[in-house]
């Protein structure tokens, strides 16, 4: 989708700035640095660079026009060959276009979304200003619908999602966050919801980390849909007391049981009941549920059990 793909969600004016971080591994013979070169040749980067890891986020994430154009970064990293770090995103055709352009610069330098790459999606989160309650009601949609955020982030090139090491499912204290800095410890780096830039400012933005690594950009383009659209519900419902997923918590592996049975579950009404309360609770047009469903359909239950 290129024309109003968030529903105002990520719309520059009045919506939610975003940001990816797409990982990818490149076989013997290839180079990050051919990469860095056609990025920029293509206007995407500021320069024909390969920075070190985390250049972006020290440096501080930039805004511009035309979908970012010349503030892409490409980096570093020592877990994959190389990681394409996006500059902060708004919902114009000129971002899924640059995104579009990018995973086809590095697929057709044998670039590879493997079971080692991930995917992270950053929604800015500054009006969620220092109130806990908003940061609680975030970190409860995670959890509550935990296990069919795993599956919507399963790259269905592979047979299962990558597992749970660079995305860890957390679970919220049993005595309740009463403070920001309790939310902040609870949802380190490494966690499925990161939400270690959290201090209460304008600044503040949560990262959604238990996406796969893709080089699909209908596939990136979804998972950012569904993140924009779980921070903005779970804002919209903080003061309401509501809890999400009907009051369920459903970690990763809650639908183990179903693998088994193949595709078969999904297409009846208790099979698919998580993924369309979902939906329910965060899309009200049918293209935005169209798109999503389509996603649903080529994707697995995770086989990786979180106790609740």
């Keep these: 989708m290129y024309e109003d793909a968030t529903a105002g969600l990520g719309a520059r004016d009045g919506g939610r700035g975003f940001g990816v971080e797409i990982e990818f ?13 056609e990025l920029h040749k293509a206007g995407l980067t500021g320069d024909a660079d390969v920075h070190a890891y985390h250049t972006s986020a020290e440096t501080g994430y ?17 877990t994959v060959s190389g990681e394409l770090v996006s500059p902060i995103l708004y919902d114009e055709p000129e971002t899924w276009e640059n995104l579009r352009r990018a995973c086809e610069i590095i697929r057709a330098h044998g670039g590879l979304a493997t079971g080692e790459t991930g995917g992270h999606v ?12 908003n940061f609680v009601s975030v ?6 619908h935990g296990d069919t955020l795993y599956r919507l982030g399963h790259n269905p090139e592979h047979e299962d999602h990558r597992g749970l090491g660079y995305c860890i499912p957390s679970t919220p204290p049993a005595e309740g966050y009463d403070s920001i800095e309790l939310v902040r410890s609870t949802h380190e780096h490494h966690a499925a919801l990161n939400l270690s830039a959290v201090n ?28 924009l659209a779980l921070v903005e519900a779970a804002f919209r419902t903080a003061a309401l007391g509501l809890s999400p997923n009907a009051g369920r ?25 998580s993924f369309r309360l979902l939906m329910d609770e965060l899309f009200w047009r ?7 469903t389509a996603l649903y359909a080529i994707t697995r239950w995770s086989p990786y059990r979180m106790e609740p």
Excluded: C
Excluded at 62 to 78: P, V, Y
Excluded at 139 to 144: G, K, N, R, T, V
Excluded at 201 to 227: C, N, T, Y
């Design 122 to 133: 950053h929604v800015s989160a500054g009006d969620y200003d220092h109130l806990v309650a």
């Design 286 to 292: 049918a293209s935005d549920k169209e798109q999503l």
């Design 200 to 227: 209460g400012s304008r600044r503040d933005h949560v990262e959604f980390r238990m996406w796969d690594g893709s080089l699909d950009p209908a596939i990136i383009q979804a998972q950012v849909k569904v993140s």
């Design 249 to 273: 918590r459903e970690p990763a592996g809650s639908h183990a049981a179903l693998r088994r049975l193949g595709s078969a579950p999904d297409l009846t009404e208790a099979g698919s009941l």
């Design 25 to 37: 591994v490149l076989p013997p013979g290839e180079s990050l640095t051919a990469i860095a070169e």
């Design 62 to 78: 930039r805004t511009g026009r035309n979908g970012g154009r010349g503030l892409w970064r490409l980096e570093e990293d020592s």
């Design 139 to 144: 970190a409860e949609y995670a959890d509550h």
